[in-house]
């Protein structure tokens, strides 16, 4: 089973400021990764797909980078709807697909 | 529209049973996989189990294998979980998710979500 591991566990950023959120798996996933953002009392929303594709509605702000098993999620300018979990997701090695533990992202 | 709205949850003893639903609407159904994904109180993500659109193919996590069973009916657009010999640790919100990719296969990534169910385990 694949390991993923996201930092920092809790990220504090200011509203207009860049974020950046950190996954690391514990072997190759190619492209095959994924991050969802989660809001309070809600499921998960679809951010990002195969590294970097935006799932439908999702503004530009949002972007995936990286390869093999260093993965980055920027947001590039934070609005106050973004303060919330993410989660990174392998489906490269299935099953079992994997997910990061999350990163909370709060106001600063 | 992408619509799957979830029935089923509430309070059983450990050892009991639970059938959790997903009614899917907007999408064509049986052209995609469908995925139970759950969180623990205050926890992460896990996936629990896939199956292919057509039904041929189920998939489950180690953590459960055995005491839960996915199905699908796609006459009725429909997904199903049923969970037996449950235990304390399986208290979570479960989600039905729908897979991304169309050839009814699973992909992993899930791109809709249902509202979630709580499923509490309590004597």
């Known amino acids: 089973e694949i390991v993923m591991t996201q930092s920092p566990a809790t990220l504090s950023v200011s509203p207009g400021e860049r974020a950046t959120v950190s996954c690391r798996a514990s072997?190759?996933?190619?492209?095959?990764l994924a991050w969802y953002q989660q809001k309070p009392g809600q499921a998960p929303r679809l951010l990002i797909y195969g590294l970097s594709t935006r799932a439908t509605g999702i503004p530009a702000r949002f972007s995936g980078s990286g390869s093999g098993t260093e993965f980055t999620l920027t947001i590039s300018s934070l609005q106050s709807e973004d303060f919330a979990i993410y989660y990174c997701?392998?489906?490269?090695?299935?099953?079992?697909?994997?997910f990061g533990q999350g990163t909370k992202l709060e106001i600063k | 529209e992408v619509h799957l709205i979830q029935s089923g949850g509430g309070l059983v003893q450990p050892g009991g049973s639970l059938r959790l639903s997903c009614a899917a609407s907007g999408f064509t159904f049986v052209s995609y996989a469908m995925n139970w994904v759950r969180q623990a109180p205050g926890k992460g993500l896990e996936w629990v189990s896939a199956?292919?659109?057509?039904?041929?193919?189920?998939y489950y996590a180690n953590s459960i294998k055995g005491r839960f069973t996915i199905s699908r009916d796609n006459s009725k657009n429909t997904l199903y979980l049923q969970l037996n010999s449950l235990r304390a640790d399986d208290t979570a919100v479960y989600y039905c998710a729908k897979d991304g990719e169309t050839n009814g296969w699973p992909s992993y990534y899930f791109v809709n979500w249902g509202q979630g169910t709580l499923v509490t385990v309590s004597s």
């Open positions: 199956i292919s659109g057509s039904g041929s193919g189920t």
């Open positions: 072997q190759s996933v190619s492209s095959n």
């Open positions: 997701q392998q489906y490269n090695n299935w099953p079992p697909s994997t």
